[in-house]
């Protein structure tokens, strides 16, 4: 955090008023500091210098406010902040005293100032970093916020001069602008709140002229916890992203209007679920809403929230429990986050003294796993949980034709490429401008449109404005196509950046895109691992003899993260999944179908990779069913690895119809893969029952699919259930046994069935003849209990051995060896004379009776079957090899 600090921190200086001080980077070229330090009047020249840069450089006004002390100046971008990212706005809405993060800001007071030799008259302004901590309720009266600093403090309040106009940052977003020290207190710095600046008429407008982007503000104290908003690029990702706000939002005023009322309801915490097919605005639904709370009215407090990250830097959400402000936050693909989202709510549930919290999950249906949360939710406590809003592809068209929403998408995407190309972002190479009214090539006819999501007139339009500026794109067919020719070309541009001259492959920069998009990466080893197994699916079948170079995918690695970065605390982002999900059809087409299912079996992968692949597949495949076949071969080929993954992603994040085409096909991949010579009887035959048994609970809308196919890989562990008393029967925690039948011929289950019934036979009629050999005096009838009991044994242990899995445990290895040990000693009771070519009978017996014994264990299985534990399956266990 401090670091990013430093590099945004530029020198401010005015020779002609006397005046000098500190600044921070919004943007390059771009600088916001304090009023007091610039004085830019009576046309005096204001300079500026980052602390690259060995002189200054002459800055302009672009907005200024006497009242906040604040103006932004404007230098050369390419000599002040040169490849500085746009800064991150926020604010503070927590406060919890022991958690209260780091906040610092780092300037040239006057205390640093230095001789450059100890023999020099001359002095530099050396740099400072403070830190300290903020409690957002002190300094709330006069609407600034009071910086504790930590550390040593000047010895004269005068040494702090040189510091004021510096950017206070939180988790690296920026909160404020250091102000003045407090004479009263020699340990507090008072900061300017952004909020205020944002308020100030022209302020955000001169931003996003300089910027490409709106200023809005986030929780900087939660930012370990939230998913932001990305950075400003000119590719289809970012300009098709719904938290870039591009676009307007139509037709959804009643139910954003529906939506706040609900959040200003009187319970302290309440979830709920907006559901809507992919591509009708459910995240920008969400950014509007934030919006229209976050703006605040009268004497009303704002709100704050914003996405809950998917990977959180940390999951400490008791934090949340102390707001400041109402929050409202959003879980996308809540579908896909169930375990998440019962940790959050368990934490706020068990500890909350702070304002209202409104959890909005985002999902593409709500009839399989709404339910089962509600209910879940409800045992504990957790608000009503009975609001669940729809959103349909109607509900966009809602006084709108598709015409309106057409024109006015071009309207707004060539404004905002144009404020990208202002900002740097451009592309020089187009030959024409961007304009608004670019000719109709892909929304030809668009004013007769069909009802669809309003994601494909956005797609339409701008493609037509992307066409009309390069024409290279329009030799493309389909208005995606022309989408991704311009992500094609933005991946480029960041490839040759850092790649060596000659070294970038589009086609291979492609497929590491979508294996991107596959597995994320949560870690930079999970990213090596997602490079490495794109790498090698991509090159499979041209016999490379020899391990990629490691500093070749350590360069690809830096590729993917430069151009799509992380917007929450994983290693890197992702492309946006209209574009994405086009991309990945191309590559699983161009590699014959194999792609998907030889990059779900790559050992590189992370479980969590293999899962996340598969749940984008399942999702993906929602509107492109021929994606999903690679998955099931896939699955089919490793089912111990990759079948419960499969399970979980199906029953969980798909609605009853899709998850039961899933299920099918599964089945009939599984049945296709277990006539190869090479695959285990006993496997397949598990993951067939366990198939069966997944497609009957959910043709039956039952809600203990769980229980059956394991928790999801993110969830942690549940607590250990108590012990059970020695020698009970209760199965282990979490255990589930299904009825598995062994498919065999009927000549395998004739020959083990009459051998069984011969071994039955044999045992009886031993038993028999050493009754009557033995028979002497009144009591010679209790030998003939030997003939029912050692036939009831050797049933009795072919019906626990056939019909249960009984490990290593101690009785598995005595009972067998007792019940031959026992008939062995029988059949010496005959006394019989003995062939002399014969085995001996210690020999002969034993061995006759333990194959038959064998032979009735597998004849009972057979016939009844065998209760399997399905949920925590084995290779040494479950699974016989």
Not at 192 to 200: N, R
């Amino acid at each position: 955090m401090a670091q990013g600090a430093v590099l945004r921190t530029v020198e401010v200086s005015n020779q002609d008023k006397g005046s000098y001080g500190t600044g921070c980077l919004i943007a390059p070229g771009l600088v916001l500091t304090a009023q007091h330090v610039a004085l830019p009047t009576g046309g005096s020249v204001v300079a500026v210098r980052d602390t690259a840069s060995t002189g200054f450089t002459e800055a302009v006004v672009v907005w200024e406010s006497t009242e906040l002390d604040a103006v932004l100046l404007k230098a050369d971008r390419t000599l002040v902040g040169a490849g500085t990212g746009i800064v991150r706005w926020g604010e503070l809405v927590c406060d919890s005293p022991g958690q209260r993060p780091v906040c610092s800001m780092t300037g040239f007071p006057k205390a640093m100032r230095r001789r450059v030799s100890t023999r020099s008259e001359q002095y530099v302004d050396d740099l400072k970093t403070v830190e300290g901590t903020i409690a957002p309720h002190t300094g709330s009266r006069s609407k600034l916020y009071g910086l504790e600093v930590d550390g040593p403090v000047p010895t004269d309040v005068k040494n702090w001069q040189g510091l004021s106009g510096a950017g206070v940052f939180c988790n690296g977003v920026l909160i404020g602008l250091a102000r003045l020290v407090d004479r009263q207190w020699d340990r507090i710095i008072m900061v300017l709140p952004l909020s205020h600046l944002l308020a100030a008429d022209g302020f955000t407008r001169a931003v996003a002229a300089h910027t490409g982007m709106s200023p809005r503000l986030q929780p900087a104290d939660l930012r370990p916890l939230m998913d932001n908003a990305p950075d400003p690029r000119l590719s289809s990702t970012y300009l098709l992203d719904p938290r870039s706000q591009v676009t307007d939002l139509t037709g959804v005023s009643e139910l954003v209007e529906r939506i706040e009322q609900w959040c200003k309801g009187s319970d302290r915490i309440d979830v709920a679920a907006v559901t809507g097919l992919g591509g009708t605005g459910k995240s920008r639904l969400l950014t509007e809403v934030l919006d229209r709370l976050t703006t605040g009215t009268g004497s009303q407090r704002p709100w704050s929230g914003g996405f809950l990250a998917d990977h959180p830097t940390h999951t400490d959400y008791q934090v949340l429990a102390t707001a400041s402000y109402p929050l409202l936050l959003a879980v996308d693909l809540a579908e896909t986050r169930l375990p998440q989202i019962r940790d959050l709510m368990a934490v706020l549930t068990d500890s909350h003294d702070g304002a209202a919290v409104r959890v909005l999950l985002l999902a593409r249906g709500h009839d399989t796993w709404w339910p089962a949360l509600r209910r879940h939710l409800r045992t504990r406590n957790v608000g009503p949980a009975r609001h669940a809003f729809t959103l349909t592809p109607d509900d966009a068209l809602d006084g709108h034709s598709p015409e309106d929403i057409y024109v006015e998408a071009k309207v707004t995407f060539a404004r905002r490429i144009r404020l990208l190309q202002q900002a740097g972002h451009g592309d020089d190479t187009w030959p024409d401008s961007i304009v608004a009214d670019a000719p109709r090539l892909y929304g030809a006819g668009i004013e007769h449109a069909g009802r669809q999501p309003v994601i494909f007139l956005h797609i339409a339009a701008l493609a037509d404005v992307l066409a009309h500026a390069n024409p290279e794109f329009a030799l493309n067919d389909h208005p995606m196509e022309v989408l991704l020719a311009n992500e094609v070309e933005y991946v480029r541009r960041v490839a040759e950046a850092r790649l060596p001259d000659g070294a970038v492959d589009d086609k291979l920069l492609r497929t590491l895109v979508t294996a991107q998009f596959l597995a994320g990466a949560r870690t930079a080893q999970d990213g090596r691992a997602a490079v490495r197994a794109g790498f090698d699916v991509h090159h499979r079948g041209y016999g490379i003899t020899a391990p990629p170079d490691a500093r070749q995918l350590a360069a690809l690695d830096d590729v993917l993260t430069a151009a799509y970065p992380a917007t929450d605390g994983s290693h890197w982002g992702a492309v946006g999944e209209p574009l994405a999900a086009a991309w990945l059809a191309e590559v699983e087409t161009d590699s014959g179908e194999e792609f998907i299912e030889a990059f779900l079996q790559h050992d590189s992968l992370a479980p969590e990779q293999r899962h996340q692949t598969l749940s984008t597949v399942a999702r993906t495949a929602q509107d492109q069913p021929g994606l999903a076949a690679g998955a099931h071969r896939a699955v089919a080929a490793d089912p111990e690895r990759l079948l419960r993954l499969a399970l979980q992603t199906v029953t969980a994040e798909l609605d009853t119809d899709h998850a039961r085409q899933w299920l099918t096909a599964l089945q009939h991949a599984v049945a296709d893969r277990a006539t190869d010579p090479d695959a285990g009887p006993d496997t397949y035959q598990w993951a067939s029952s366990l198939i069966s048994e997944a497609q009957e609970r959910t043709a039956a809308g039952r809600d203990d699919l769980e229980e059956l196919i394991g928790a999801p890989v993110a969830q942690e562990p549940d607590p250990p259930e108590p012990s059970v008393e020695p020698g009970s029967t209760a199965s282990a925690p979490g255990s589930h046994l299904v009825l598995v039948k062994p498919q065999v011929g009927w000549l395998t289950r004739y020959v083990v069935g009459v051998l069984a019934l011969g071994h039955l036979t044999l045992v009886g009629a031993v038993a028999a003849a050493a009754a009557l050999k033995s028979v002497s005096g009144d009591d010679g009838w209790v030998l003939w209990l030997f003939v029912p009991m050692n036939v009831f044994l050797h049933l009795s242990i072919a019906s626990g051995f056939g019909g249960r899995q009984l490990g290593t445990a101690l009785f598995a290895w005595i009972a067998p060896l007792f019940a031959i040990g026992l008939t062995t000693t029988t059949a010496f009771m005959i006394d019989r004379p003995w062939p002399a070519d014969w085995p001996p009978q210690w020999l002969l017996w034993p061995t006759l009776f333990a194959f038959g014994l064998t032979a009735l264990t597998f004849a009972w299985r057979f016939e009844f079957g065998q209760l399997q534990d399905i949920r925590r399956p084995t290779v040494s266990e479950d699974l016989p090899e």
